[in-house]
């Protein structure tokens, strides 16, 4: 079974671009999350779908982060215009929707640097 | 608010040697409580629950609410070990897992 994939592995851009990153989850998966981790710092949690709905986004950390799932499949986060300070690892993950022994599976993240 | 502290960014210990893995935790109730981990050139994965009270490749960790705690241990390192570990606590479950707020982690390195 394959497992959470997210593309680009790595991305370089300069301040000011766009980028876009995107997540695959597990199939049949409805749970998705995207979590961010900036260099010397914690793994933060930036949003939470539920299919197609955005469960929870207290974690994104303005109004230049726009994400979205369409269909209830592959999300994809974009981030216009980026800025130094949004350099980092993105980490997505998914879950199925279930009882209390449900396990989120990470992808192996996409590492922005913005220069 | 919540929150999870890892106090060691480095521990270094000799292969056979026992290990500690700090982990303490700040949160307005019963969390749940988990390990990641993190191999080289891997993803982040699921090393163990508290809730599960399980072993997995001979680590174990116990929820010490008291000191609001959950140390990871094992008594004998290999070198396999040798990886970032990351504590981590989500809200109790309502069906399903939660969002996760995780520690700033701690790289084992198991020296052979």
């Known amino acids: 079974e394959a497992g959470v994939t997210q593309f680009p592995s790595h991305s370089v851009i300069e301040k000011g671009q766009t980028v876009t990153l995107r997540c695959d989850p597990i199939?049949?998966?409805?749970?998705l999350y995207w979590y961010r981790r900036v260099m010397g710092k914690e793994i933060k949690f930036l949003l939470h779908?539920?299919?197609?709905?955005?469960?929870?986004e207290s974690g994104m950390p303005n109004n230049r982060f726009l994400a979205e799932r369409t269909g209830g499949t592959y999300s994809t986060l974009k981030v216009q215009p980026a800025e130094l300070e949004d350099s980092g690892v993105y980490f997505c993950?998914?879950?199925?929707?279930?009882?209390?022994?449900?396990?989120?599976?990470f992808g192996q993240g996409t590492r922005l640097t913005v220069v | 608010a919540q929150r999870v502290t890892q106090p060691e960014k480095l521990l270094s210990v000799f292969k056979g040697a026992p290990v500690e893995l700090k982990c303490n935790y700040s949160?307005?109730?019963?969390?749940?409580l988990f390990w990641y981990v993190q191999y080289s050139r891997q993803r982040l994965q699921l090393l163990l629950r508290?809730?599960s009270r399980e072993s997995i490749k001979g680590f174990t960790a116990d929820l010490n609410k008291g000191e609001t705690s959950f140390h990871l241990k094992k008594p004998f390192a290999q070198e396999e070990d040798s990886a970032m570990y990351y504590c981590?606590?989500?809200?109790?479950?309502?069906?399903?897992?939660?969002?996760?707020?995780f520690g700033t982690g701690t790289k084992l390195q198991v020296i052979p």
């Open positions: 993950a998914s879950s199925p929707l279930g009882g209390p022994n449900t396990e989120a599976f």
């Open positions: 199939s049949g998966h409805d749970n």
């Open positions: 779908f539920v299919k197609e709905s955005k469960q929870d």
């Open positions: 949160y307005s109730g019963s969390p749940e």
């Open positions: 508290h809730i």
């Open positions: 981590a606590l989500s809200p109790p479950r309502s069906g399903g897992y939660q969002k996760v707020t």
